[in-house]
């Protein structure tokens, strides 16, 4: 019997068995980066937690039967704003920081289109950029125009929050409740001081396209808009499973079940809303104002992606993250003894059970991680660790692979210490231990740990 999937719903605070729509073609959509700088460490969190659940519903339903969309915002205030202080266009800067972002993610083993598509058959994985549906948005925007559902208002048009009466459904808030809290200087031409932006006026030198029916002049699209159009366009009106981090909740995930709602009259956007958990920067709010904003690029200069990736997952994903140089350091220990207990030996053709069910629990990560600690513990089952560990996108390569690029990535001289080996080796033998400490010691200048086995052998490790 096929494990049973159960989710963490923020729509409706509980955790649920999930019954895909269509269990032939399950949907998951996930807001991606905006792409005006280089994305840090807290924007990895969801990229990476989101691949391992469709990594998991890969397993679980098939390849072929499971479509992943990860959006690009490419049209925004940040955007146009760094564009301009840079000299250069906009499309110069969303491509530069676009390649830059899927280098980061890629190093993270964050599965890309190119790895899951198949030619010839439906898309498994879709990256819409905002800028590539501009007419879905426009389409949309005329459609709640003419249900009543927005107005044009100076050049602007505006989402009427009032006109749909359970708003705030998903962040649990009542529309009395927000309007008293409102800020009390509002744009004039605003209905209500909730009223949001779908479509505005582009400023010079701002992209701007023809605006929607009613407005004279070119536009720009809102920002919640493009997940509206984008998910529609990929996944259908209704879909499976809408993925975030915890700040997107409120306002823009609220505003897209609104839109597509309204636009659409369907009774919800998508079926299952997932969020994770901030991410603080040892135990502080990153920001670059306490010299701790730490961008991806900059961890993975320091540290393996299979480490960054582990150290994402050792924490379940709904519960706040703290990242710490203890939290890397222990990782790389762990990745260190899974790659020695799996050796060079091929991952098992079955999955191992409680690896599964534990992800299936809400990704119960850490349950998951305890499994694959047994599993390369004293009665280590290599090929079920390694399948395990695959699973979370980790152990990738075999123990003697990962050893040659370590190797590789330090410049070490292979010839020269097999012959320190070999020194000490015979040091050794002979009870000369001021030799065996010397070669030690020559070692180490080489990057090189030894360890002395019981058996009388010396391997060698890539020192950190």
Same mark, same amino acid.
Request: glycine share 8%.
């Given at each position: ?82 564009? $301009? ?76 929050? @009032? ?29 209500? %001081? ?17 605006? @929607? ?7 720009? @699209?809102?920002?919640?808009? =493009? ?56 135990? =502080? ?18 540290? %393996? ?40 030996? %091929? ?74 080996? $070999? ?42």
């Amino acid at each position: 019997m096929a494990p049973m999937l159960r989710l963490h719903n923020t729509l409706t605070g509980t955790k649920e068995t999930f019954a895909p729509i269509d269990p032939a073609h399950v949907r998951l959509y996930a807001c991606g980066p905006t792409v005006y700088d280089a994305a840090h460490i807290g924007n990895a969190r969801p990229i990476i937690v989101f691949d391992l659940l469709f990594r998991l519903l890969r397993h679980l339903y098939g390849p072929a039967h499971v479509t992943y969309a990860r959006n690009v915002t490419d049209v925004d205030d940040k955007i146009n704003a760094r564009a $301009a202080a840079r000299g250069i266009t906009i499309r110069d800067l969303t491509d530069g920081t676009l390649a830059q972002f899927h280098r980061d993610v890629r190093d993270l083993g964050v599965l890309m289109p190119e790895d899951v598509n198949v030619a010839g058959e439906r898309p498994r994985f879709v990256e819409p950029r905002a800028t590539d549906h501009i007419a879905e948005m426009v389409a949309m925007i005329e459609a709640l125009v003419r249900a009543g559902h927005a107005y044009v208002a100076e050049g602007h048009v505006l989402f009427d929050v @009032p006109s749909m009466p359970d708003y705030g459904g998903l962040s649990r808030r009542p529309l009395d409740e927000m309007e008293a809290g409102a800020r009390v200087e509002v744009a004039p031409y605003k209905r209500s %001081p909730l009223d949001f932006v779908l479509w505005k006026p582009s400023k010079p030198g701002e992209p701007s396209w023809p605006s @929607p029916a009613g407005i004279a002049e070119p536009g720009r @699209p809102g920002w919640h808009i =493009e997940c509206s159009a984008m998910s529609a366009k990929h996944l259908g009106k209704t879909f499976d499973i809408h993925a975030g981090g915890i700040d997107l909740i409120f306002p823009h995930h609220e505003n897209e079940v609104a839109q597509s709602r309204c636009c659409f009259g369907t009774p919800v956007m998508a079926n299952v809303w997932l969020h994770n958990g901030f991410l603080q920067v040892e135990g =502080e709010k990153m920001s670059k104002s306490l010299g701790n904003f730490i961008t991806i690029r900059d961890v993975l200069k320091d540290w %393996p992606g299979e480490v960054v990736r582990l150290t994402m997952l050792k924490t379940h994903y709904r519960q706040p993250i703290d990242w710490t140089l203890r939290g890397l350091e222990e990782s790389s220990r762990v990745l260190d003894r899974w790659y020695n207990a799996a050796g060079d030996e %091929p991952a098992a053709p079955a999955m191992p059970a409680a690896v599964v069910d534990a992800l299936c629990d809400d990704l119960n990560t850490p349950a998951a991680i305890n499994e694959l600690h047994r599993l390369a513990g004293a009665e280590a089952q290599p090929a079920g660790l390694r399948a395990g560990a695959n699973l979370f996108g980790l152990l990738t390569r075999t123990r003697s692979g990962r050893e040659q690029e370590q190797v590789a990535a330090a410049g070490i001289d292979v010839a020269a210490v097999e012959a320190l080996i $070999a020194e000490r080796r015979a040091a050794r033998a002979a009870k000369d231990w001021a030799a065996s400490d010397r070669t030690r010691d020559a070692l180490a200048a080489l990057g090189v740990t030894v360890k002395d086995n019981k058996d009388g052998t010396t391997t060698w490790t890539v020192a950190r």
